[in-house]
């Protein structure tokens, strides 16, 4: 079966890698990579798997921009207490 012209298959998001975050009090991001967050441009929350106990996922994602104007999306995982980078 041919896709309809113009639109994009399925694709699988790069591995997360950890990085290293300050958080404010509140538990948003200040410091990515010791680079200073200007502005966080969306949040939101990512719950999955929440039956499988071993492969539960619980996140909290930030789209950051950075200073030098690079943006980042990393989140914090809820599970784990840890940072990481998501890669598209």
Known sequence: MNKPSGTRGLRRLATPEPVTVEADPEGRPTTVDTVA?????EEWFVEDRWWDEKRRIH?????????GGRVEV???????????????
Do not use: A, H
Not at 37 to 41: N, S, Y
Not at 59 to 67: H, K, N, Q, V
């Open 37 to 41: 967050v200007t502005t966080i441009r």
């Open 59 to 67: 996140r909290r994602y930030f789209e950051t921009l950075l200073e």
């Open 74 to 88: 990393v989140f914090f995982d809820l599970v784990t207490g840890r940072w990481f980078r998501q890669q598209g």
